[in-house]
């Protein structure tokens, strides 16, 4: 016999599949069942259309009246782009309502269950709970900051090097971890990288594992280096561009007029203060301000695929929230190949960054760290 979990189970794999499509709203997966069996399935699967209890009792394939409803996470309450789905579930005459998270929104926090349970429903919260959180980690981060959850993510040798001495980086993984960052594009709302990535290999940072979740774009460029020739900026026009440059910049003739070049173009042109300068040596955007510009935008979610400067720079601004480490089988070797995070670092052990809660997996034939940094001094200013 199917147990609770089991249920909640399923309804995580249901509300998978809709990632890359439903930000910023959460991924949300429900199971209906009744006498025992699964009558009904359904998950969120685009944002702006409905969402995961309403898709699973529309398309019942029985009367759903005295069934349970599985869900991960609490019905929301509230109309908005869609009606609430505490609506549906008191008008399908749900009996009983499994929860694995209650909603972080201000709008819903708990007001969900509330009605449910006003309307005579029985509803048990904290189902897989912590499974449920980490699938939402992105939207829990957002509700809640309403800046970015900000994943780093690179390659490097097994001596901790991201290229040679020359700049040669092609390839220190193989091809399953290479086909994985692509899959990671298409979970985060955006993916940002550095002028110097852009000059070195003028990449096109898209999706390539599906066609229309493409990341939006974000440069970081503060003297509006970015060539008008660059992949970048030609595709401009299909697939969201954000360049980022500092009000220094911007204030000057040579600035505006390169930024009206690239607004032409379908470029979306930000402008930040000029980070403080820590390594003394060059002007640089500020990260924090930028985090903040962007969830106003409504992204949600931003992978950093840079060098070593821009991943250098986030870390020392404490703006990252996760990270994806890819070890490569090789060693490079050489005082001067580049290590993954550069800028000035911790000046003692007790200031680094440490990773909590990682977890180690083999992809092909490389392997990836993931874990979430843990600064709080820091973020104390963030």
């Known amino acids: ?51 995961a209890e309403r898709n699973a009792l529309l398309h019942c394939a029985e009367d759903p009246a005295g069934a349970d409803l599985y869900v991960t996470l609490e019905p929301c309450c509230h109309y908005g782009k869609t009606p609430p789905c505490t609506e549906i579930i008191i008008e399908k005459k749900i009996r009983r309502v499994f929860v694995g998270n209650v909603d972080p929104n201000p709008k819903v926090a708990g007001g969900g269950v509330r009605i449910l349970r006003d309307h005579g429903i029985e509803v048990e919260t904290g189902i897989l709970e912590e499974e449920c959180r980490k699938l939402n980690e992105v939207f829990f981060h957002y ?9 780093a993510k690179y390659a490097m ?9 020359t700049g040669d980086s092609k390839w220190i993984t193989g091809e ?53 020739e660059s992949q970048i900026v030609r595709s401009a026009g299909a697939i969201p561009t954000i360049v980022c440059a500092t009000n220094e910049t911007l204030a000057e003739d040579a600035g505006r007029a390169k930024a009206d070049r690239l607004a032409a173009v379908g470029v979306t042109v ?40 821009i991943n250098g720079d986030a870390f020392a601004a404490g703006i990252v929230d996760k990270v994806y480490a890819y070890v490569g089988s090789v060693i490079i070797g050489g005082e001067n190949a580049p290590a993954p995070v550069g800028g000035r670092g911790a000046a003692r052990m007790a200031d680094a960054a440490r990773l909590m809660d990682m977890t180690v997996s083999m992809v092909g034939d490389d392997v990836c760290i993931t874990g979430y940094p843990a600064y709080e001094q820091i973020r104390e200013d963030r």
């Open 143 to 151: 509700i809640s900051t309403g800046t970015p959850f900000v994943a």
């Open 157 to 165: 040798s097994a001596d901790g090097r991201i290229a040679c001495a």
């Open 1 to 51: 016999m199917e147990t609770r979990e089991n249920y909640m189970r399923r309804a995580l794999q249901l509300a998978r599949l809709g990632e890359g499509r439903t930000n910023p709203n959460p991924m949300v997966g429900c199971v209906v069942v009744k006498d025992g069996r699964i009558i009904s399935e359904g998950y969120h699967e685009k944002y702006g259309e409905y969402h």
């Open 270 to 309: 930000l402008q930040t203060e000029v980070a403080a300068d820590e390594d003394g040596g060059y002007a640089k955007v500020d990260l924090k301000n930028l985090m903040r510009q962007l969830g106003e935008r409504k992204i949600d979610s931003v992978l950093i695929e840079g060098g070593s400067k």
């Open 176 to 228: 399953t971890a290479r086909k994985q960052v692509h899959l990671l594009r298409k979970r985060y709302s955006g993916i940002l990288a550095g002028i110097g990535t852009v000059l070195a290999d003028d990449p096109m940072l898209n999706c390539r594992e599906e066609e229309g979740v493409d990341p939006v774009r974000i440069i970081c460029d503060a003297h509006l280096r970015i060539p008008m």
